[in-house]
């Protein structure tokens, strides 16, 4: 019970900070409703994004649940991406779990790259591309680091948190590869402009090592990310020596830009 009431507090105080004074009070009774439903018959529903695109969301997930808190969780992060994406850009999509950040940009980019290591996650990434439209074939099951071989994964499905460990507790083996081994296999197009977002739970920095010619050699227009902790300088330092200005967004997302 007190576990309960403690997520009850939290998913309030998200809808009070995320939601304008006069949305707070119909969005605590339509997410409470919808998630009881959810919970009770394990239904997942669809919804209509800002951007008319369309989103599964899935009983006891995080992320599903952000989406029925407020219209656009990530609001600042999603804005920076949507403006520096054309039809001529590809979106690269880094721990994408249920492929949210994809589809709010489905409508401006050529086409997104989703890498989601978890096994049932990925699948419901791929409902979200299959559901506007988008090819299932670019949701990569994949963990992107600095290494190519196998890594530990965590487990939990239902959590935005899961993370490469070294622990074999509740975690599973998943196929690692770097992103410029990646684009090196796939043989993406210069001529092409790329955005990403990097949201892997502490790897970012190796992440971002594991591109490091990607990021010196292809038209990279912007890149969005979460750090914290120790690895904050060490990234922007990064970062910056890779020809980026770095600028904060919102609690622990950064943007970065080529100077």
Not at 142 to 155: D, Q
Not at 195 to 207: A, L, S
Request: glycine share 6%.
């Amino acid at each position: 019970m007190r576990k309960l009431l403690y997520g009850y507090a939290l998913a309030i105080r998200y809808i009070i900070r995320n939601n304008q004074w006069h949305k707070i009070f119909p969005r605590i009774i339509l997410a409470t409703c919808i998630q009881t439903v959810q919970r009770l018959t394990g239904s997942i529903i669809s919804i209509r994004l800002f951007n008319r695109k369309k989103l599964f969301l899935f009983p006891r997930n995080e992320i599903s649940s952000q989406f029925l808190y407020t219209d656009i969780p990530d609001k600042e992060e999603i804005q920076f991406l949507r403006n520096h994406t054309d039809k001529h850009t590809v979106f690269i999509d880094i721990g994408a779990h249920i492929g949210s950040y994809s589809v709010c940009l489905a409508d401006k980019a050529m086409y997104s790259i989703a890498f989601e290591p978890h096994p049932v996650v990925v699948k419901w990434c791929r409902m979200n591309f299959l559901l506007n439209g988008m090819d299932e074939h670019y949701v990569h099951q994949i963990a992107l680091s600095n290494k190519n071989g196998t890594v530990r994964f965590t487990t939990d499905r239902n959590q935005a948190q899961n993370h490469i460990t070294v622990s074999k507790t509740k975690s599973i083996e998943v196929i690692s590869m770097s992103l410029d081994a990646f684009v090196q296999n796939q043989n993406l197009s210069r001529k092409l402009s790329y955005v990403i977002k990097i949201d892997v739970e502490g790897e970012e920095m190796n992440v971002l090592k594991g591109a490091r010619q990607f990021l010196q050699s292809y038209p990279i227009k912007g890149i969005v990310y979460e750090s914290f902790g120790y690895d904050v300088d060490t990234i922007k330092g990064f970062l910056r020596k890779n020809g980026f200005t770095v600028q904060s967004l919102s609690g622990y997302n950064y943007s970065a830009v080529r100077n």
